[in-house]
């Protein structure tokens, strides 16, 4: 059974495209779980309005306080696969737009490896792409220090096996990306693979929640706050 989740909040725009784009890819009894943080938009009803049983929505109540902002949408993640049913998940954003071969491709590599990421499009807010792939902004990597220093692990770009999953819990309370530390979790106790074929078109646009492939314009304070809190979880759970 596949398990596709999704963080959704106030994605409106993008959410219907995004879902129609995987729903054929599915078996009947696969699933999308979505964890919604309260979206003000029509975000829940334009996910109802599709109307298939393969798609439940989950409330996100976190209580949690976020040190950073990057924490809510992490906890967001969390509360979806904490509803996860499947022996093999995907991690999807709200506003990309997957490839038809995505689920076949990554499948097929999940037999030889337990987490595995793929390259993918870089897109304009309507889907338009250059021929620009991710990796030609950042490369992917592997390796304990190379992503505590920058992550090269892209969570709509992954997925991974029930195990890698459990092995990763308890998550982070604050700093630590829920893309980056199941990578990390995954270089420690799994094997990793990957492959450059484009298999999504990322989507960016003036409300996307991450920067990532961006200009990083954060302070130096900021920095080495949110590497302290990636250097203590890894220490305190013997990950390096």
């Given at each position: 059974m596949i398990s596709v989740c999704i963080a959704t909040y106030n994605g409106e725009n993008y959410i219907r495209q995004q879902l129609m784009s995987i729903l054929p890819q599915l078996s009947e009894?696969?699933?999308?779980?979505v964890s919604d943080d309260h979206s003000s938009d029509r975000t829940n009803e334009v996910i109802s309005s599709i109307n298939d049983p393969?798609?439940?929505?989950?409330?996100?109540?976190?209580t949690i306080e976020a040190k950073f902002t990057i924490d809510r949408s992490?906890?967001?993640f969390a509360n979806a696969l904490s509803h996860a049913r499947g022996d093999i998940i995907f991690l999807c954003d709200q506003d990309d737009y997957w490839l038809p071969e995505k689920?076949?491709?990554?499948?097929?590599l999940l037999t030889s490896s337990d987490l595995v990421m793929s390259?993918?499009?870089?897109?304009d807010e309507t889907l338009n792409t250059t021929g620009q792939v991710y990796s030609d902004i950042r490369p992917f990597r592997t390796g304990m220090l190379t992503n505590f220093l920058k992550s090269h692990y892209l969570g709509c770009c992954m997925a991974f096996k029930r195990e890698v999953y459990q092995k990763a819990l308890p998550f982070p309370k604050h700093g630590v990306a829920h893309d980056l530390w199941i990578g990390l979790t995954a270089e420690r106790y799994f094997k990793i693979g990957y492959t450059e074929q484009p298999l999504m078109i990322y989507r960016r646009h003036s409300d996307t929640v991450t920067a990532s492939g961006k200009t990083n314009q954060t302070s130096l304070f900021f920095k080495l706050s949110y590497r302290f809190y990636i250097a203590k979880a890894i220490l305190s759970r013997n990950i390096f």
């Open positions: 009894n696969d699933e999308i779980v393969r798609i439940r929505i989950i409330t996100h109540d976190a992490t906890y967001n689920v076949q491709t990554m499948v097929s390259d993918c499009l870089i897109g």
